[in-house]
T-cell receptor, first 112, second 112 residues
Framework: EPEVTQTPSHQVTQMGQEVILRCVPI?????FYWYRQILGQKVEFLVS????????KSEIFDDQFSVERPDGSNFTLKIRSTKLEDSAMYFC??????????FGSGTQLSVL | QKEVEQDPGPLSVPEGAIVSLNCTYSNSAFQYFMWYRQYSRKGPELLMY????GNKEDGRFTAQVDKSSKYISLFIRDSQPSDSATYLC????????????FGQGTRLTINP
């Protein structure tokens, strides 16, 4: 079965540093998402992306966050200047025409 | 009042038991309801998707939605040890699984 691939599985960074989380969505999918899950808390929506632009974003997704689809296969989430509270598991998801979201296994981001 | 409430458990039942998992919600704009299963260190995996009140069955899984009471349930029949996971309810006001709002997740263990 096709799957969403995320790299790295674990990223450790210093506060204030920039990080880029990478995702390869399922190849024929057109809708892309980032969610995050802080330890012990709910999975939270960050942003949705379609047709090379953001279609919806949450209050969490402030100016420190950006998303990009730099080529036909990758979808990235950039955090410009990480804070301690950005430590979380970040999930990429994609979907095709069906209303079924496929999630990746996540990138555990630890900000020290 | 939280937008989506789900008892985090943990819930432990013997193999073969019927499991009932529930969520309540406060936002009457939610029209699309999903149940996800999440194994440790993995992303959420969609089990059930529904958008109307009533029951939807898929194998050993039945999803039930009561929009008048703002209450959804997932029933697992003939539970197996492999069903041990965290179960997340999720809902959206937007078609296409856009901007999902998740419950806390219920940690379920099926004992052989």
């Amino acid at each position: 079965e096709p799957e969403v691939t995320q790299t790295p599985s674990h990223q450790v960074t210093q506060m204030g540093q920039e990080v880029i989380l990478r995702c390869v969505p399922i190849s024929n999918h057109l809708y892309f998402y980032w969610y995050r899950q802080i330890l012990g808390q709910k999975v939270e929506f960050l942003v949705s992306f379609y047709n090379n632009e953001i279609s919806e974003k949450s209050e969490i997704f402030d100016d420190q966050f950006s998303v990009e689809r730099p080529d036909g296969s990758n979808f990235t989430l950039k955090i410009r200047s990480t804070k301690l509270e950005d430590s979380a598991m970040y999930f990429c998801a994609s979907r095709g025409e069906e209303e079924k979201l496929f999630f990746g296994s996540g990138t555990q981001l630890s900000v020290l | 009042q939280k937008e989506v409430e789900q008892d985090p458990g943990p819930l432990s039942v013997p193999e073969g038991a019927i499991v009932s998992l529930n969520c309540t919600y406060s936002n009457s704009a939610f029209q699309y309801f999903m149940w996800y299963r999440q194994y440790s260190r993995k992303g959420p995996e969609l089990l059930m998707y529904t958008y109307s009140s009533g029951n939807k069955e898929d194998g050993r899984f039945t999803a039930q939605v009561d929009k008048s009471s703002k209450y959804i349930s997932l029933f697992i029949r003939d539970s197996q040890p492999s069903d041990s996971a965290t179960y997340l309810c999720a809902m959206s006001a937007l078609q296409g699984a856009q901007k999902l709002v998740f419950g806390q997740g219920t940690r379920l263990t099926i004992n052989p």
